[in-house]
């Protein structure tokens, strides 16, 4: 009797570690379910900044795109244009031809026109010279010299050096520089001085220099052809170079731009 009541008074431990285990159980399902729902947040953040930095790419992309599209359709039109300048520029140039090609045709009509009239009207003078021989001989000669005239071409005028500026104040002795050396113009008949002997002392030229030095108010003037630069250069090299008796000579030039002949009778001289 005694035994069987100390066992109804036990008490069993299964329910507890059935509710303990259930509630780790819980437990342990909660955890893992937080750690899932925080790494698919994180995942889902990154992919929405991914999806943004790939449509922002897209757009750039397309812009650029756009851009190019713009350049290369400039360029075609640029290319076109340049094409219609060039054939522009040939029909201009063709024009040109066959306008200068016509203006000489009309020349040399209206040049050909003009001799035929000449050689009409030679003809009939001639025609009117046969009865008096003496007249037609003098017309002859007339002709001959007429053409003579033509055939030595157009003469080069006279340079006539006029005082002028600043060097009305001066006494100039003019130098005249050639493409074979120096004319030298003094009061007498002019002299040459071959290239080769402007810096020769005691020559000519340096005897110039020393004259010139001695006069207060004296100065060279070289007249420059236009074929004697070279001469001109040597010579006023050496006039400056050249210390005589009496000092340097002053010196200046002018250009001659012709080869004609020079006029010194401003000055009184020849």
Do not use: W
Not at 169 to 189: Q, R, W, Y
Not at 239 to 245: F, L, Q
Request: aromatic share 6%; net charge negative; with cysteine.
């Amino acid at each position: 009797m005694s035994r069987r009541a100390s066992s109804g008074a036990e008490m069993s431990l299964f329910p507890f570690m059935s509710i303990l285990v259930c509630l780790i159980g819980s437990l342990t399902l909660m955890i893992a379910l937080m750690m899932a729902t925080q790494v698919n947040s994180e995942q889902s953040d990154e992919t929405i900044d991914r999806y943004r930095k790939f449509t922002q790419l897209q757009a750039d992309i397309a812009l650029q795109k756009s851009e190019v599209d713009s350049i290369e359709a400039l360029m075609q039109d640029a290319s076109h244009l340049h094409d219609q300048t060039q054939k522009a520029l040939e029909e201009v140039a063709a024009l040109e031809r066959e306008q200068k090609d016509h203006l000489q045709r009309v020349d040399a009509n209206g040049e050909y026109a003009r001799m035929l009239a000449e050689a009409n009207e030679l003809r009939k003078r001639i025609a009117e010279l046969e009865q008096d021989p003496e007249e037609l001989k003098q017309q002859i000669a007339e002709l001959e010299k007429e053409v003579a005239r033509r055939n030595a071409g157009p003469e080069e005028a006279i340079v006539q050096i006029r005082p002028g500026g600043s060097g009305v104040d001066i006494e100039p002795t003019f130098v005249e520089c050639t493409a074979t050396g120096l004319v030298l113009h003094g009061e007498g008949e002019a002299q040459q001085v071959r290239s080769g002997d402007i810096a020769k002392d005691g020559e000519a030229f340096f005897k110039l220099l020393e004259k010139v030095a001695a006069q207060p108010t004296g100065e060279i003037i070289f007249l420059l052809r236009p074929d004697g630069v070279n001469t001109y250069n040597a010579a006023r090299n050496y006039a400056r170079t050249t210390y005589t008796a009496n000092g340097y000579a002053k010196n200046g030039k002018l250009p001659v731009p012709t080869q004609g002949n020079i006029d010194l009778s401003v000055f009184g001289r020849n």
